[in-house]
């Protein structure tokens, strides 16, 4: 069984910044690839960025490119995401997901985290 925690989230105003951190247990995290995912209201779950076991694979959404940085410390099983020049169509609430392959899909992981909100105001 694999349990994903995410924290980090809040409100920040536009243009400003948060590190989102997603602590696994459960299973050797060198063993999953890992990705972030957001949703906001009313909207479908999108892909933000992924990385491989070993880091050795990463990808971002177009909106992410420039902006967020997806890493990944296997020692402390923890996932993290920074977000740069954030603005209000970020807003969303945030899931950490874990598999056994890269990918943009949300279908083709396994585990998820229950989520953590950001917020931008304007």
């Known amino acids: 069984q694999v349990r994903l925690v995410e924290s980090g989230g809040g409100l920040v105003q536009r243009g400003g910044s948060l590190k989102l951190s997603c602590t696994q247990s459960g299973r050797p995290s060198m063993d999953l690839d890992m990705g972030w995912f957001r949703q906001a209201p009313g909207k479908e779950r999108e892909f933000v960025a992924e990385?491989?076991?070993?880091?050795?694979?990463?990808d971002y959404a177009d909106f992410a490119r420039g902006r967020f940085t997806i890493s990944r410390d296997n020692a402390r099983h923890t996932l993290y995401l920074q977000m740069n020049a954030l603005n209000p169509e970020d807003t969303a609430v945030y899931y950490c997901a874990a598999g056994s392959v890269t990918s943009p899909s949300p279908h083709d992981y396994g585990y998820w985290g229950q989520g953590t909100q950001v917020t931008v105001s304007s």
């Open positions: 990385m491989s076991e070993h880091g050795g694979m990463i």
